[in-house]
């Protein structure tokens, strides 16, 4: 049997890739223990079609801004929470409609966004969950360093003095307008 040869032209020509950012909700109502496997096939959907997997965060339940509708099991559902979770990936432009069908036909998956990356987006990935944490810990410094109410209120207290000291600094001002202005209009001795 003969070898078969790939032409040189074949052979020199390079597939150009991109890098992506498929972020994703998971539907509320699938099980805590189950979202690894939902995000386990959306890696394969991803591989399948030819792409490799980079850096990703795990999904995290979170509520959501607004209540998104999907239509499920014959009606529309409302849904306020889901877990939230991205994957990076690089793949062949041409592959990434297939993507899309997968992900549009995963009943587990509530929504999805797919982006094409920048060279400074791939070298710098937003951690949602991390910076979540790191603000609610902030606020609970801010919290602590206000204290109770009622230092709060008495916080406030001086402030109303500072508005009392402008009033009587308006007023001085006032009266000595007033005082330069009589001494204008005395007429200059000669």
Known sequence: MAEETMPAAEANEVVETNSYELAFH???TVAEGEVA????DIKTYITNSG??????ETPARIEL???????LEGKYRKFSSAYF??????????????????????????????LKLTKVEEEH???YHEALEEEQ??????EAALGSADEVTEKKE???AVETTETEATTASTETKEAVDESAEEEPKA
């Open 26 to 28: 998971v539907l509320p």
């Open 85 to 114: 979770g991205w994957v990076r990936f690089t793949t062949d432009p041409s592959t990434i409609a297939a993507i899309t069908e997968e992900l549009e036909g995963d009943m587990n998956v509530l929504r999805h966004l797919l």
């Open 125 to 127: 990935p937003f951690y």
């Open 37 to 40: 496997r939902v995000v386990d």
């Open 65 to 71: 801004a607004y209540n998104i509708e999907k239509y």
């Open 158 to 160: 001086p402030e109303a």
């Open 137 to 142: 810990v902030a606020n609970v410094d801010v």
């Open 51 to 56: 792409g490799t997997i980079g850096i990703e």
